[in-house]
Structures are given as structure tokens and as C-alpha cells.
């Protein structure tokens, strides 16, 4: 559920109480509004500051209007679940709604409970979006990384098509990945793009085992892009691992090298696996309460 849609919610549950409401509220949402309604921009679009700004508001506003509303009692088992699926089972915040100690506080004590409990799990959430935040960034660097290093590499061999040997074979016999018998500009391009092709499949596979989220921030996109750029990478160096001699008589011909550049390519999933399990668990633990236990459900 999206900003407006909260604030739509929230203002439902405002117009239905037909009592007081305070004010606290009305602010809350309206820095949510200007939040959400600002323009983006890639300062703020990298920096996450209008959209955590708007939850932030959001979430302050829906923690002011439940802890004062007067039907606490009908809503306290619902944050009750909510914060039992984010806090350990012995935090004080927990035990504090339970039924047992609940209902034997006063009525400051139980709006104060509901507050406190709300107010934990929000913040739970802030810090695991600013952690998927944290992590979508750095992998967008690294990202920027391979594409320096991709074209570098494409580049200065393009310059001098003998800086890098790439070719399988010698004299007559020389195969290069262009098809030609002798080295030429176009070999590591051809190379990099094999093995992006390589690493597209593992991209695909990547996809399919992605779980639905609704953090605000996602990472498949740019899991997709560090896959297929170091799939360049792997091709190239398993080209030169094998006119090193590391796998002598592995590869024959035009078709064997190009398709040993292809599992190249996709044998960084290897490594990439690793993010992709991380990346998944920093989601995971970023995914709203009620979201978090669909996504159980729907797993098992």
C-alpha cells in the first residue's frame, strides 16, 4: 500500500470517529502529503529522503490516532499481532498487550502500551528500509564499477587487438570469437556479450525465485545488472584461462569457444547467489508486518 493510500485510510478512520482528534494527526499527514508529493530528483531518489520522510509522518500519524481512539480496546489485538511478528517474544513492549497484563492497566497505562508498542515496530521497519536502502546503493556502485571496468577493458583491447589474447590455437589454426583467424577489435565485445548472455539465464532464474515485496525500495533490477556485467567478466577470463593452458584441450573451434564463454557467463551465479540470498533476507526483515506473515503463507 502506497502513501496515498494510507493517508486515505487514515482519513476514512478520522471521518469515522466523529469525535476529537489530535492535532498532531492533521500535521503528521500533512508533512506525509508535501513528502510524497514532492518532486524527485536522483539526489533524493538516491538518498531515499522524501519517501522515508513520508512514511515516517505516516506512521506517526497512525500511532497518535490509534493510542487516542476510543475504541482501543476493539484494536488493541490487531497491534498485538503486529508487534509480537516484529519483536522478540520477551520485550517488555510485547508482554505490556498482553491480555493479562493489558486490561489490568488504567486507561492512560493501555494508550501509552498501544503507542509504545506501535512506535517499536515502526521503527523496526524505518531501520530495515534504510538497510535495503543502504544495500540497493552499494550495489548500484558496484554495478558502475563493472561497467567502468567492461568498457575499459573493451575499449583498450579495441585500441590494441592484441593487448589481450583472446584467440584459442596458433598460426592456421588460430580461432578468434569473431570467427576470424586473426585478432580483431570486435573479440572481447563479442566475448562480453556471450557472456551477458550467459548471465541473462541466470537473471531469469533470479526473477522466479523472487518474493513479492512491498518495500519501498527494490533490488531485483539492479541484482539483474551485476549478473550480467560480471558475466562479461567471467567470459573474458575464461577465454584467457583458456589460452593460459589452464584447460588444455577443453575447448575446440569457433562453437566451443563461444560456448564456453557462455556457461562463463553464467557461472557467476556462483558468487552472485550469495547476494541474492542476503539481498533477500535485508527485504525480508524491511517487509511490513501484515505483509511479512502474506508472504509466509503464501511460501509454505
Request: net charge positive.
Amino acid at each position: 500500500m502506497g502513501i496515498a493510500e494510507r493517508l486515505q485510510r487514515l482519513q476514512a478512520d478520522i471521518d469515522g470517529r466523529g469525535g476529537r482528534v489530535p492535532r498532531a494527526v492533521y500535521g503528521a499527514m500533512a508533512i506525509a502529503a508535501r513528502a510524497a508529493g514532492q518532486r524527485s530528483s536522483p539526489a533524493r531518489w538516491y538518498s531515499g529522503t522524501s519517501i522515508e520522510r513520508a512514511w515516517r509522518a505516516v506512521h506517526l500519524a497512525e500511532e497518535v490516532l490509534v493510542s487516542s481512539a476510543p475504541d482501543l480496546n476493539g484494536r488493541v489485538s490487531d497491534v498485538r499481532a503486529r508487534v509480537a511478528r516484529k519483536l522478540p517474544e520477551k520485550d517488555a513492549r510485547v508482554r505490556a498487550l498482553d491480555p493479562v497484563s493489558f486490561f489490568t492497566m488504567d486507561d492512560s497505562g493501555q494508550r501509552l502500551a498501544v503507542l509504545l508498542g506501535l512506535r517499536a515496530v515502526h521503527d523496526a521497519s524505518h531501520a530495515a528500509a534504510t538497510a535495503v536502502r543502504s544495500l540497493r546503493n552499494r550495489i548500484i556502485l558496484f554495478g558502475l564499477l563493472l561497467l567502468a571496468i567492461n568498457l575499459a577493458i573493451g575499449g583498450l583491447t579495441a585500441v590494441n587487438e592484441r593487448m589481450l589474447p583472446l584467440c584459442l590455437g596458433e598460426g592456421a589454426n588460430l580461432v578468434c570469437a569473431t570467427g576470424a583467424t586473426v585478432p580483431t577489435s570486435g573479440d572481447v565485445w563479442w566475448l562480453q556479450l556471450v557472456g551477458m548472455l550467459g548471465a541473462s539465464i541466470a537473471v531469469v532464474v533470479l526473477l522466479l525465485r523472487t518474493k513479492p515485496s512491498v518495500v519501498p525500495y527494490t533490488l531485483t533490477p539492479y541484482q539483474a545488472i551485476v549478473k550480467i556485467l560480471l558475466g562479461a567478466i567471467f567470459a573474458v577470463v575464461g577465454v584467457l584461462m583458456l589460452r593460459a593452458g589452464v584447460f588444455p584441450d577443453l575447448v575446440e573451434g569457433h562453437a566451443g569457444l563461444l560456448l564456453f564463454a557462455l556457461v562463463l557467463g553464467y557461472s557467476q551465479e556462483v558468487g552472485t547467489r550469495m547476494l541474492d540470498n542476503f539481498a533477500d533476507q535485508v527485504v525480508q526483515r524491511a517487509q511490513p508486518s501484515s505483509a511479512r506473515a502474506a508472504t509466509t503463507t503464501t511460501a509454505a
